[in-house]
Structures are given as structure tokens and as C-alpha cells.
């Protein structure tokens, strides 16, 4: 194990409020937030293949797949899908969804790495799968993120652009043109939403298999694990950092037991952008007290340590808690993109969040990932629903 410590500042250079697309202040606040009848490199840890670059006529083959299929064709199918499980009562069969794709000699979690994730908020999974097993899933994603690109940028003009219609832009350039002209910040990643829900996605099965979901399940210390959201992340070259932020500040649900699979989609050297938690933040009770994340620009002072895993290899993963602030730099200019799988799970029994004594307005820069559902529960009840499965259990 190799260990570096150099100063905390370093890796707080972002001081902006919000969650990871760093929008300022409270502002207003999401639908699902208000209440009832209103309107309203760090010390590194160490515990690749490179993807496959298309042509440019396989770029455009996939942009126009995208065109052909929004986001909302997509979500309607999917939708559809997913009702098909209801009954005319309105219930559902609610047993395991999880597939046994990459479940064989499933990797097994250590007492060392289930106590350092309860300890520091975060741990590294060496070899969570074979790299050679990960290629399948690899090829399926990278696919995935290449036909969506156009709505993976409007997400971002959604974000950063608030008074801009992100549903009428037409390509990618128009896109960029319009986070340069009307963004205050930096675009720091891409993110293509919610994959497994796509019974048409080649990605879906790999990322309901049930040995991710066993990973989060015994970290999390629970019998039944629920998939919450998944997302490809994309750093291209030269993008921007990512916004100090902990993932729990932009969902609706009232638990501490969430956890986010971190999973690089190609070997990562030291210059990635890999991410580097603030150990033990997720124990921080003042958090939820902060009317604006502000407090992110003096982590040192909060005797907070910055770590980071080194070199994560192809197969490799890390964890971390809903409530642990995270960060990541900015992916050097002359450098392939950086991909990453995030999936987000939450223990079974969870319940929606009653809003009317929040201290702080959650984020909505996921509502893609809950405004098809959270309207179909009422607030304080259990959060089970078709599209938060139960993925292990």
C-alpha cells in the first residue's frame, strides 16, 4: 500500500455551492421539496485498457440513432414496460429484479473493506470483477454513451443554463454553444441517466447484476438492496473539476443507508480524474444544517482527510456512503475521456422524505431519475415502486 499526504487545499480549489453541477444558493425549490398545499492529488491509497475510439462515421451513426429515439419515446417505453408487472390494483410484484450476469464466483467484500467503508465513508473494491468479464459490459455502455450523446449534453444545459429550453437543441455544437454563451461555470462531466431502465439497453443487465448489488448490500450491512438510480459519468478531456457534494442532498428519500458503486469503465492512472473523498464527512452532523454547501471551502479546518485510490485497474470499484462529500479534478487536456459507471443503492424499508421541515432545499439535478415515480408515492410512505427494484435480496 502506497500513501502520499500533501494539503487538504489542494484539493478544495472548489468553493462554489450546489450539488455536482454547482448551482448557487437555495433558489427555488424542486416540485417533490415543497411542502404539502404550497406552490412554491491528496493522500492516495493504493489497497489498463484504454476504450476503443470510433470512427467518425460510427459517431454519426449513433447520433442519429439517438435523434430518431429521444429521451421521452425512451422513457415511455421503458415506462410501459415497467407497468406491465402491475396488477389493476395498483401493486406490483415486488420480488428480486437482479440478474445473474457476472454473478458467477461472485467477488466477496472483506471485513477490511466493510470497516473501512463504515469508518471513513468509502472503500476500494480490487477486482470486484475480471477485467476480462468487464469488457462485454465496457462495449456496452461506451455504445450507450455515444448514441445519447446530444441528451446527455442538453442534461448539462438543463443544470447550468437554467433559462435555456435544453429540449430544442438540435446537435452537440449547438449544445456547447449554448453552455458557453449562458453558463457561469465550467462544464465538469457529462452524464447519460438511468440505463437499466432501458429494457432495449445492452448495459441493462450488467448493471442490475446482482454482484454489484451484493457488494452494496453487504457494505451496507442489509438483507434487500433497491437500485436507485445509474448513470455513466464522462470527463472528457479538459473538462472542468466536479463540485465538492455528497449524493444524498439530491434524493427524496428520508434514509442514511444509501451507497454509490463507483466503476471505471477503463483503467485509470494517477493524472485521471478519480474521485477523493473527505473521510469520515458522512459522520458530520452539522451537514444538514448548511443552508448552501459554503462550508466545502474550508474542508482543513474541518480536520477533514482527503484521500483518493490510485491506478484503479479495469475491474476494479470504490464505495462510498450518500452522505460522503466528494470531489474530483479536472481531466488533463491531453488525455482519452474518463468513463465511469456510477450506481446508487438504498436499503429496502426506505421511505419517502416529508418536506415540510427541511433545513435545506435538496438538489434537483437527478430529477431525471425520480420524476417518473416520486409523484406515485405519497410523502412518508415506503419507496416501492417498478423502477426502484429490488436488486438483491
Request: hydrophobic share 35%.
Amino acid at each position: 500500500m502506497r500513501g502520499v499526504t500533501v494539503p487538504v487545499a489542494a484539493a478544495a480549489r472548489s468553493t462554489r455551492a450546489g450539488g455536482r453541477g454547482g448551482r448557487q444558493g437555495r433558489g427555488e425549490a424542486p416540485e417533490w421539496a415543497k411542502p404539502p398545499g404550497g406552490r412554491g492529488r491528496q493522500r492516495r491509497r493504493d489497497d489498463g485498457a484504454r476504450e476503443k475510439r470510433t470512427s467518425g462515421g460510427e459517431r454519426e451513426s449513433v447520433e442519429k440513432r439517438a435523434s430518431a429515439a429521444p429521451r421521452e419515446e425512451r422513457e415511455v417505453r421503458a415506462r410501459e414496460s415497467l407497468r406491465a408487472v402491475s396488477s389493476a390494483r395498483g401493486t406490483f410484484d415486488d420480488a428480486c429484479r437482479g440478474t445473474t450476469t457476472l454473478f458467477d464466483d461472485a467477488r466477496k467484500v472483506t471485513p477490511a473493506e466493510t470497516l473501512r467503508y463504515e469508518r471513513e465513508g468509502h472503500t476500494c473494491i480490487r477486482n470486484a470483477v475480471d477485467a476480462m468479464d468487464m469488457i462485454p459490459m465496457v462495449r456496452a455502455c461506451t455504445s450507450e454513451i455515444m448514441a445519447r450523446r446530444l441528451e446527455a449534453y442538453r442534461h448539462r444545459v438543463s443544470v447550468l443554463c437554467p433559462g435555456v429550453d435544453a429540449n430544442a437543441l438540435r446537435d452537440v455544437e449547438e449544445a456547447k454553444r449554448a453552455l458557453t454563451k449562458h453558463s457561469q461555470e465550467e462544464v465538469g462531466f457529462l452524464q447519460t441517466f438511468n440505463l437499466h431502465r432501458d429494457e432495449g439497453s445492452a448495459a441493462r443487465d450488467f448493471i442490475m447484476s446482482k454482484r454489484f448489488a451484493k457488494i452494496a448490500a453487504d457494505l451496507m450491512g442489509c438483507e434487500k438492496a433497491r437500485i436507485y438510480q445509474s448513470c455513466v459519468f464522462v470527463k472528457e478531456a479538459g473538462m472542468a473539476e466536479t463540485n465538492w457534494h455528497s449524493d444524498l442532498n439530491m434524493v427524496p428519500l428520508d434514509t442514511n443507508e444509501f451507497i454509490t458503486l463507483w466503476i471505471p469503465l477503463r483503467s485509470l492512472d494517477e493524472e485521471d480524474a478519480a474521485l477523493h473523498f473527505a473521510s469520515r464527512s458522512h459522520r458530520d452532523f452539522a451537514l444538514p444544517y448548511w443552508r448552501t454547501l459554503q462550508g466545502m471551502e474550508d474542508l482543513e479546518s474541518r480536520g477533514y482527510e482527503i484521500e483518493t485510490y490510485e491506478e484503479l485497474d479495469l475491474g476494479d470499484l470504490t464505495a462510498h456512503h450518500g452522505w460522503t462529500l466528494h470531489w474530483s479534478p479536472p481531466q488533463p487536456e491531453d488525455s482519452a475521456p474518463r468513463y465511469a459507471l456510477s450506481i446508487c443503492y438504498f436499503a429496502d424499508g426506505a421511505r419517502r422524505m416529508r418536506t415540510e421541515n427541511l433545513r435545506r432545499v435538496p438538489h434537483d439535478e437527478d430529477e431525471w431519475s425520480y420524476d417518473a415515480w416520486l409523484r406515485e408515492i405519497k410523502p412518508g410512505h415506503a419507496a416501492r415502486h417498478p423502477e426502484i427494484p429490488i436488486v438483491w435480496g
